[in-house]
């Protein structure tokens, strides 16, 4: 609907005060500022200005956003942002500021009074949207979401949808591969009895506060357990970890250090005299030579976080020094009735001192007969990526917790998804894009999704059909064509099939499925990817997944094909 505004004639121009009567947004604003109508490209509100001029901005649209290859060289992608797509589109309004901004463009100073004043009433209030779910394996040329009303306002949310899509399913992917890489597709590896954790460093790398954030948001759908971002666990309420850097270990340079420091932990009712405990164990195990500075620094962590020791053990020397020196305060701590956590390792040949690491666990373990030195966790950081992860499970490893930042949250691996946003039929006439790149050629018309399931319940096929296909049934034989070759089809009888596209935004009733949290979504991605066949998710050579459409779908692309090309 159209919002009604006060507005006052002036000569020739018409003003308006935007004071318009709306409706309160059925979801808050996104959680970043910028992402308002204006969060555009400039050719968005040129075409606006084109198709109200002539008098087409009211005609029938459907849109689609889909991406033409998954990432990495995989098979696979993991679907994210529609749950700030949705906030968008319910707060999406063009404010009196706006307004008179888009009016100082030169490209669009001479556009009609009027038109500032259409913008200005402009909702989606006449938009559908159907999305897959978030969290969602999903695949290439599947429409991920379809955007159907005006075509004014399904023009203008282009840029934004795709900016709130691409990166968020690119490192929310990028995740779920690396956390393939440490545990295995159905957490299937162990070390030393644990499955190993992965957990989001990646702040200080990150392409600025909104790809920080999106980051440690969305890496937590791809599997990733913890996050280190202060700020995204706060707003998005999921657990948060970190120890300590190299540079609080450098600031002690001995014991006397902590002559200020009340030196003491808590032991049921007494206070123990930490620092005494932790020299009579070194003094015990003939650890003197270690960094006198270091240990310092580890009774300060202790002091401070006995409940949670975990100290990063490299900064000098990681066997010589830095393990002795947790050991004879980890020692100490559990006297007094505490569970240190573990080490940090952030340089060197990680697979090999992490099983060094372990190899000095087990030693105390037997000596003092304490198992909880076999249950030490041993965390590993210093440029992970899924190469990385991959050669240390073929070599073999003792890693228990992966901290992985900056191949995590810049994606260096592949900058970018691709996502596009492509006009698919207008007024109920299909519309199709031609190229002489045949993978970049449009599957027209308005569509439905579908998947198909094999007799071992996991996936095989996406199927896309025109909205007039009669509906494929489990059980029930179905003919498949590969969309862009000439073939007789192919026929399946699959175990189960599954409709992945569903209505979330109706304009008229807003939000119509309640999204899940981001929890929800980072389970429906695990169970997701523990379905898929082993080969698909392959780090290299992975098998691929077909993409098929309906016998109309396929005929009424080729028709039109051929027919556009002679026009």
């Known amino acids: 609907m159209l919002l009604k505004s006060l507005c006052c004639v002036k000569g020739n121009s018409i003003e308006s005060d935007y004071k318009s009567i709306i ?311 559990i006297d007094c009735g505490y569970k240190p956590i573990g080490v940090r390792l952030d340089s060197g040949d990680l697979g090999a001192l992490s099983l060094d690491c372990h190899e000095v666990f087990h030693g105390i373990a037997d000596k003092y007969n304490l198992d909880i030195f076999r249950q030490m966790d041993v965390v590993a950081s210093s440029d992970i990526n899924e190469a990385l992860l991959l050669e240390m499970k073929e070599k073999g490893h003792g890693i228990t917790m992966f901290g992985i930042g900056t191949n995590l949250v810049t994606c260096q691996a592949q900058p970018a998804l691709g996502g596009v946003f492509k006009l698919t039929e207008l007024n109920g006439i299909p519309r199709i894009k031609l190229s002489a790149d045949i993978a970049k050629v449009l599957l027209p018309g308005r569509k439905r999704a579908f998947r198909f399931f094999d007799e071992k319940y996991r996936p095989f096929m996406d199927y896309l059909m025109e909205a007039k296909d009669e509906v494929p049934m489990a059980g029930k034989e179905v003919c498949v064509f590969d969309p862009f070759t000439k073939n007789k089809g192919r026929r399946f009888v699959p175990t189960l099939v599954k409709e992945i596209l569903q209505t979330v935004w109706d304009g008229k009733r807003g939000v119509t499925v309640a999204q899940p949290t981001l929890m929800e979504a980072r389970e429906t991605c695990i169970k997701a990817i523990q379905s898929l066949d082993p080969d698909m998710v392959k780090a290299k050579d992975p098998k691929k997944y077909d993409v098929c459409v309906s016998n109309t779908l396929y005929t009424d692309l080729h028709a039109l094909w051929e027919s556009s090309k002679h026009e």
């Open 23 to 333: 409706m309160e947004p059925q979801l808050p604003p996104p959680v970043n500022n910028l992402v308002t109508p204006l969060h555009t490209d400039l050719y968005q509100l040129t075409m606006a200005y084109g198709y109200w001029k002539t008098n087409r901005h009211n005609e029938d649209s459907v849109f689609e956003l889909f991406f033409r290859k998954s990432p990495f060289k995989g098979t696979y992608t993991i679907f994210c942002g529609i749950d700030e797509v949705l906030k968008f589109v319910s707060n999406f309004r063009f404010t009196a500021e706006d307004i008179a901004y888009l009016k100082t463009i030169p490209s669009m100073a001479h556009c009609e009074p009027e038109f500032f004043e259409y913008l200005s009433n402009l909702d989606c209030s006449e938009v559908k949207i159907e999305s897959i779910p978030m969290g969602s394996v999903v695949f290439p040329r599947v429409p991920l979401v379809i955007v159907s009303g005006p075509i004014v306002i399904a023009q203008l949310l282009e840029t934004t949808l795709l900016n709130l899509i691409n990166f968020p399913s690119l490192v929310a992917t990028n995740a779920s591969r690396m956390v393939i890489a440490a545990r295995g597709q159905k957490n299937d590896i162990k070390v030393y009895g644990k499955i190993p954790k992965c957990v989001e460093f990646g702040l200080r790398r990150a392409q600025g506060p909104d790809g920080a954030f999106s980051a440690s948001k969305y890496c937590m759908v791809g599997g990733f357990d913890s996050i280190a971002n202060v700020q995204a666990g706060k707003l998005l309420n999921l657990p948060v970890g970190g120890t300590h850097a190299h540079s609080f270990v450098m600031s002690f340079n001995a014991l006397d250090d902590l002559k200020n420091s009340p030196n003491v932990v808590k032991k049921g009712n007494e206070m123990i005299d930490l620092v005494k405990l932790s020299l009579k164990y070194r003094e015990e195990l003939d650890y003197m030579d270690t960094n006198e500075g270091e240990l310092a620094a580890f009774l300060a962590y202790a002091i401070a976080f006995p409940n949670t020791f975990l100290c990063l053990i490299d900064t000098y020397d990681t066997l010589e020094s830095g393990i002795k020196n947790f050991i004879a305060v980890a020692l100490a701590l």
